[in-house]
């Protein structure tokens, strides 16, 4: 099979998985959660003004239809407007992705720019005592919940030393037009430290044992043992030879954990009350705010989906070893 | 005896990890807390879900700057307290009595009676007359108390109130208004005016010979003891009054429910209702004749008048205060029925310490063990049994089968994984079952991957050949000749998914998403964050999220030594 | 113990002794219950308290389960499905339900369809009949007697328990603003707070944190109290509720009612609205058309019983009710908003405009500057307003927390100066400790509540409501559930709500005992394994 038509295939497979999840949320969601505007009833509002919000949020079309409805305007990017506040809601899950990603990337790329040589060092010092504490302090931090350390982050630094603010994404109430002015601020940096450091902390686990790992696995290659016989030094054939051919695992990984974190820390974003698109997830299913909860869950899915196929297409470019079966 | 292959198997990494000293600690705490799960029971101090209380005979005394604890009197709650220039009386629960003359030390003498004390006034001869519960009224003939027969023996006596040298005042719950002639020992029942049984709490005697009750649902009368005649009296409020003070000079103070404070500055003057800063109920109060007024109350709440506005004094106190003891510059005000033990320190008896409602914390974690290793062992089992099932038939048969499989496995990887588990216990309501689906649902398509391809070589191997050719059928080719084969990377991925789903667990508990009444680490964690206490009470913080930690570590260390066994190109050179 | 409940028990006693022998014959045991609640995380309070009440009951021999429910779900299943045993809900203090009219209404066998608000299925026909009469009643002391006697006749029956109020604990900082009064139902975030505060310290705009937005802050559009909350800021109202919730003149000076049905009101002169326009009767007009023309619903029911408004003069508009409603000058005159015609008029859709799109043209003491969703929304003083000159703050901003934590931190740390919504019990020391900080206690008129469905057994039986509710022990909610900060509920009209509640009503105090007896004497025992039987 030529790569062009291997990389159609992905793509056409990642738009059928897009579907069968967007299928699955529809009804999982119209079935499952209760009246979106069961709310209103502590307003006041009796059965017959309840139907009539009901009919402005195209709740009492037949179910076909409102489906119908739901992914010819998917397609064409309309996730409609929330339930909550008729605010279009792509707009809101576009921020508040934005507001994840800024959180998670300096995050897990500090973890990675710790990890990765931290790793590689550990694999030389292999069977040492450094190596097992190493590795026992990567598992430490991948053994804690990121939540909970969170809490005592903020216990020790936020509120016993008041070194930093506790929670949000800044110092309200602010001036600034448009994203790009709201997040380049040293307000914003502050309040980023203490959670980024946590998340850090925890992803930091993975890069540094996938790297130690591969880098074993490399050392036994023929062609580091033909850079020894050549007498190059260690150090040099560490990092000019091995390293350098440990690092596709580490990437991979990297790409795929990007993935887990936009949707992930949920329980962080918590803890930190970062306005991230986990806790509007779970804000608007606890809410019965569908298109809300179906648009946010649906970037979500489609942003892990490409970040796959960007893998799948790195993986085939890089490495010469997989072929397009 | 030859083992057969699935055993020897499975003997080989046990074997290898044995030499591991990683995998030796991590199985080692893993027991650990395997041991304290099933033997939770016998390891806690306190049932987990209750309420740990205290009755105490507490005294606060107004200090300088606050009002502090001094050592308690007895394990029994005091409810009353009187005095003159010669000594002090308090009265309690239990017929708890305790005597101090001027200048000298609390004692108690011998306890006359079981039932609970409610009310004590000493005579202006120094006469001391107690009242309680079962119509007990006790009256002091020099040194000796003496019981006194009352008319209605199921009586529950609240107020008590000396209006002279020989005749008392008593009322009661049931709207009693009983007149005692202390010479005669003779009881008259007075008719309320309103006669609806409402209680009537507290009585005092007037600047002008007359006395005032006052009860639940702003109920005052006002008796004559001339006629015994009464009179409804309206105070500017219809809460429930506790407790009445009225001092020589003719102030008066009258204390309820809900921050009630009514003072009268003088006797001609109106009834004013103040403005208290806190809306817990007031057990007593205190007036003096220079116009400074104090009330006492539940909580710890204790509220100072000086002019002006009511203002709650600190006092870093729990206990439910219920009378007042004035003499001379000393201020004491007395307690306390049960109260929550909340938010203490660890100590001897609350290893842990204990949370908002008074929850004993070691308990707690002890029992969060449970839920933690229950889910996270019965997640790992599914997501390994699916995992590796759909792994070996879509390895072994290829085809349409594998197209299948896979490609449902692709959709799978699609899905975020967190937001869908909180979606599945937001849709199905939480229960344990929910919460391992909820977990093992997307956590199998690892797995399914991993054994898949280690499938896709090893059914090429000679062996499998082998027996394929002398006619073994699918089944046992599968599960005796290629499974065994990657048993070793069963194990771990059994490890690493337990250690990720006990996480899991405690992230889904942790937003409130665990299943109800049920104790886990991460829910222990849920409610110090829903308190609002956890920036102060460390206690409850740090112990479960170190349970979580230990166990998912020792888990990951022993996943790291199966690693190894999983693929032996990282032994070497070791 | 009350009179009415003597009354009551010994008429059931009287009933039990008739049908005794059979049903000495045929004990059934009594059907197993289920107590729905709120989630753990919604509302730990309603949470512990409904395992409060499964032990006190499972010890009187009931089976009892609780099941906690997403707050959806659970309005969902009660209100519209009216699929329950029991349930424990809660209804908030609005200020407009000050008057009686609203919780009187959720016993009234009229709201027991699915959907209204007596899912319980209350059925007291004489009820009802009280319940139209008050709500016609325009001699205040007439209609209180009327509210009386309702909570009086219903109560014996107890188709509800009133668990219990809980009191809104908030804070503010005293050395940035002082003269901050709370109001029962509202907190510090009434619609005088604003108009009262006077800085102290060097920022002279009020700054308020919450962990709640609006919904949105379309005038026709906006479902959820807090919208309105932070609208009715920037629009006037005819008539606002004072403190002390009597309706005062505001946009309006002169409320007269000709007769029963025909309600003329004067308009202040000389007012404008934010763009210059001057505010003229026919934008009250306007404005109530406007609302009784549109779908939108949230004020329905106080449009209810206006048939017709006209402009009757300058400055003056006459309102034509169907018919006479003693709560037509408090709550419809102080909840409608004046919205500006010449704004409004050409709005064909008014409930599809986007968030950008939404006017925010009104007349009121404060003016409209920005709202930038899930951060902060301010508004700056109006100095053409008639009230401008005892405003002392220049302006108002909201900053929106993603929860209580994050509010508190701020107020802490004098980010904010006060506390829309109440703190958590955990909070509450700390603030107490904090010398900057006022707590402020706020009792509530809304609350907690746990409904019996009347149609299903065990719950259609009196006595058997009675014992169960004798067997909650609801002092001890308040006491280790909300640490003292509450009150043990009585009737549907909060004590704090002096001038309607009852005083002289059966409370149903915590008695085992007493619950037990006045389940043998309406013919029930237990069994062998001391499950109830009938």
Redesign the interface.
């Known amino acids: 099979m030529s790569r062009r038509n291997y990389l159609i295939r992905r793509v056409i497979?990642?738009i059928?998985?897009?579907w069968?999840?967007a299928t699955i949320l529809f009804f999982?969601f119209r079935l499952?959660?209760?009246?979106?505007t069961?709310?209103?009833?502590?307003?006041?509002?009796?059965?017959?003004?309840?139907a009539?919000?009901r009919a402005?949020f195209g709740l009492e079309d037949p179910l076909w239809r409102q489906y119908l409805l739901y992914l010819w305007n998917a397609v064409q990017g309309d996730f409609g407007l929330s339930f909550?506040?008729?605010?279009?809601v792509a707009s809101?899950v576009w921020e508040r992705l934005a507001n994840t990603m800024v959180l998670m990337i300096p995050a897990i790329v500090l973890a990675y720019v710790i990890g990765v040589p931290l790793g590689a060092w550990l694999s030389w010092k292999?069977?040492t005592g450094t190596d097992?504490g190493g590795?026992?302090l990567g598992?430490?931090f991948?053994?804690?919940?990121p939540?909970?350390?969170g809490?005592?982050v903020?216990?020790v630094l936020g509120?016993w030393l008041s070194a930093f603010?506790?929670?949000?994404m800044r110092?309200?109430?602010?001036d600034a037009d448009g994203f790009l002015d709201k997040i380049f601020t040293l307000d914003f940096l502050h309040h980023l430290i203490l959670p980024a450091l946590v998340v850090a902390l925890f992803y930091l686990g993975s890069p540094l044992?996938i790297m130690r790992?591969t880098m074993?696995?490399v050392?036994?290659e023929d062609f580091i043992e033909m850079a020894r016989a050549k007498g190059l030094p260690e150090r040099r054939i560490l990092y000019n030879h091995a390293a350098r051919n440990a690092l596709l695992p580490v990437v991979t990984q990297l790409a795929v954990t990007i993935?887990?974190a936009?949707?992930?820390?949920?329980?962080v974003e918590?803890?930190f009350?970062?306005?991230g698109l986990?806790?509007e997830?779970?804000r608007a299913?606890?809410?019965?705010d569908f298109p809300l909860?179906q648009a946010?869950?649906l970037v979500?899915?489609a942003f892990?989906?490409t970040l796959?196929l960007l893998v799948d297409i790195l993986y085939t470019a890089l490495d010469p070893r997989v072929t397009f079966q | 005896m030859t083992l057969p292959p699935f055993l020897r198997a499975a003997a080989k990494p046990l074997r290898l990890m044995g030499q591991d000293r990683m995998a030796m600690i991590g199985l080692a705490v893993l027991s650990l807390v395997i041991l304290m799960a099933l033997f939770a029971p016998l390891l806690a101090t306190h049932d987990p879900h209750s309420v740990n209380e205290i009755e105490e005979g507490s005294v606060l005394e107004r200090g300088e700057a606050r009002w502090t604890l001094r050592p308690s009197l007895g394990e029994l709650a005091l409810n009353d307290a009187a005095s003159d220039a010669a000594r002090d009386l308090i009265v309690g629960r239990d017929g708890t009595i305790w005597h101090r003359p001027e200048g000298g030390d609390w004692t108690q003498p011998e306890r006359l009676t079981e039932v609970d004390l409610h009310g004590v006034d000493i005579s202006p001869e120094g006469r001391g007359l107690i009242v309680g519960a079962e119509s007990t009224i006790l009256l002091q003939n020099g040194g000796d108390w003496a019981a006194i027969d009352a008319p209605d023996p199921g009586a529950e006596l609240r107020g008590v109130a000396w209006y002279d040298a020989q005749t008392a005042f008593m009322t009661g719950a049931g709207e009693q208004i009983w007149r005692l002639d202390a010479e005669t020992g003779e009881i008259t029942q007075i008719e309320s005016p309103v006669g609806r049984g409402f209680p009537l709490n507290s009585v005092a005697r007037d600047h002008d010979g007359t006395l005032l009750a006052v009860g639940e649902r702003g109920l005052v009368v006002r008796i004559d003891p001339q006629d015994d005649s009464t009179e409804l009296v309206r105070l500017p409020s219809s809460r429930d009054f506790n407790h009445i003070y009225i001092a020589e000079s003719g102030a008066a103070l009258v204390v309820g429910e809900r921050g009630t404070v009514l003072r009268r500055d003088d006797p001609d003057a109106d009834w004013e209702s103040g403005q208290a800063p806190d809306t817990r109920a007031m057990r007593a109060g205190w007036i003096g004749d220079d116009g400074t007024a104090i009330a006492v109350g539940r909580s710890g709440i204790v509220l100072e008048w000086n002019g002006g506005d009511w203002q709650v004094a600190p006092t870093e106190s729990e206990r439910h205060f219920r009378a007042i003891l004035v003499r001379g510059d000393e201020m004491l005000a007395l307690g306390s029925d049960n109260f929550v033990d909340r938010l203490a320190r660890p100590s001897a008896d609350h290893w842990f310490g204990t949370d908002h409602i008074g929850r004993d914390l070691y308990s707690q974690n002890v029992y969060g063990s449970q839920i933690a290793l229950m889910v996270g062992f019965i997640a790992a089992g599914l997501v390994v049994l699916i995992g590796t099932n759909v792994g070996l038939i879509a390895g072994y048969f290829r085809g349409r089968t594998e197209s299948v499989l896979m490609r449902t496995v692709d959709v799978l990887y699609g899905i975020p994984t967190e937001p869908f588990a909180l979606i599945l216990v937001l849709l199905f309501g939480p229960s344990l079952l929910i919460i391992i689906l909820a977990i093992a649902l997307l956590t199998w398509r690892t797995v399914a991957r991993l054994i898949r391809s280690q499938v896709l070589s090893l059914r090429e191997r000679p062996f499998v050949k082998a027996a394929r050719v002398a006619g073994a059928s699918h089944l046992r080719i599968m599960y005796l000749h290629i499974f065994p084969n990657v048993l070793p990377l069963v194990f771990l991925e059994l490890a690493i998914i337990t250690g990720a789903a006990i996480i899991a667990e405690a992230t889904l508990s942790f937003l409130g998403l665990g299943a109800p009444q049920s104790i886990s680490w991460g829910g222990i964690l849920h409610d110090a964050r829903l308190s609002g206490a956890w920036r102060t009470a460390w206690w409850w913080n740090l112990p479960p999220g170190a349970f979580i930690m230990l166990t998912v570590m020792s888990v990951f260390f022993i996943s790291r030594s199966l690693e190894v066994i999983a693929n032996p190109r990282l032994r070497a050179r070791e | 113990m009350t009179m009415t409940r003597m009354t009551t028990t010994s008429s059931i006693a009287f009933a039990a002794a008739l049908v005794l022998p059979a049903a000495a014959a045929a004990q059934e045991p009594v059907p197993p219950v289920e107590i729905y609640t709120t989630t753990e995380s919604y509302d730990p309070i309603r949470y512990e308290g409904a395992f409060i009440i499964q032990e006190a009951w499972e010890e009187l021999g009931l089976d009892v389960t609780v099941t906690p429910m997403e707050f959806s779900t659970l309005l969902d299943r009660f209100y519209s499905e009216q699929d329950f045993d029991a349930t424990i809900l809660g209804w908030s203090g609005r200020v407009d339900r000050l008057d009686p009219q609203f919780f009187l209404g959720t016993l009234d066998s009229r709201q027991a369809e699915p959907g209204a608000n007596n899912p319980g299925g209350y059925d007291n026909p004489e009820y009802d009949e009280l319940f139209d009469a008050q709500a016609r009643e325009f001699d205040i002391e007439a209609r209180r007697d009327i509210v009386h006697e309702m909570q009086e006749l219903y109560m014996p029956d107890v188709p509800v328990v009133v668990l219990f109020h809980r009191d809104e604990v908030v804070a503010y900082n005293n050395t940035a603003f002082t003269n901050m009064n709370a109001m029962a139902g509202e907190g510090l975030y009434s619609e005088w707070g604003a108009m009262e505060a006077e800085p102290v310290g060097d920022r002279t705009t009020l700054r308020i944190g919450g962990p709640q937005e609006p919904d949105n802050i379309n005038p026709l559009n906006s479902t959820s109290v807090w919208g309105w909350k932070w609208m009715r800021l920037y629009y006037d109202r005819l008539v606002r509720l004072s403190p002390e919730v009597e309706p005062v003149d505001w946009a309006a000076t002169d409320v007269t009612a000709e007769d029963d049905t025909t309600i003329v009101v004067t308009l202040r002169e000389g007012m404008t609205f934010h763009d210059g326009e001057p505010v003229r009767a026919e934008d009250v007009a306007f404005t109530f058309d406007y609302y009784m023309d549109s779908s939108y619903s949230y004020f329905d029911s106080y449009l209810e019983p206006v048939d017709s408004v006209e402009v009757t003069g300058d400055h003056e508009i006459t309102f034509n009710l169907t018919e006479p409603s003693a709560s037509f000058a408090t709550i419809t005159l102080s909840q409608i908003p004046i919205l500006p015609e010449h704004v409004w008029a050409d709005i064909e859709d008014p409930q599809e405009l986007s968030p950008d799109d939404i006017p925010t043209v009104g007349s009121g003491p404060f003016v409209f500057d920005r709202y930038d969703r899930g951060e902060f929304m301010s508004i700056t003083t109006n100095p053409d307003h008639f009230q401008a000159d005892e405003i002392a703050v220049d302006g108002v901003e909201f900053l929106i927390y993603a929860d209580a934590e994050g509010v508190f931190t701020a107020l802490d740390t004098g980010e904010v100066d006060m506390t829309a919504w109440r703190m958590e019990p955990g909070q509450i020391p700390l603030a107490e400790d904090n010398d900057d900080l006022t707590v402020v206690s706020v009792p509530d008129f809304g609350y907690f509540h746990f409904t019996f469905n009347l149609r299903r057994e065990p719950f259609d039986d009196v006595a058997m409501r009675r014992a169960l509710t004798m067997a909650m022990d609801r002092e001890r909610m308040v006491n280790v559930l909300l640490e003292g900060r509450g009150e043990v509920g009585t009737s549907v009209i909060a004590p704090v709500n002096e001038y309607w509640h009852n005083p002289f009503l059966e409370r149903f105090e915590f008695d085992m005992e007493a619950a037990r007896a006045e389940l043998e004497e309406a013919g029930y025992s237990w069994d062998e394994d001391g499950m109830l039987v009938r």
């Open positions: 497979q990642a059928f998985s897009l069968v999840i999982l499952g959660l209760p009246d979106p069961a709310a209103l009833i502590t307003e006041g509002l009796n059965a017959e003004q309840r009539a919000v402005q909550a506040n008729r605010a279009p809101v292999r069977g097992t590795i026992a598992l430490m991948r053994s804690a919940p939540f909970w350390t809490m005592i903020i216990l509120v603010p506790t929670s949000g110092t309200l109430p602010y044992l790992n074993l696995e050392y036994g993935g887990l936009a949707g992930g820390q949920v329980a918590g803890v009350s970062w306005p986990g806790r997830i779970f299913v606890g809410t019965s909860a946010s869950f979500l899915a892990i989906i796959n």
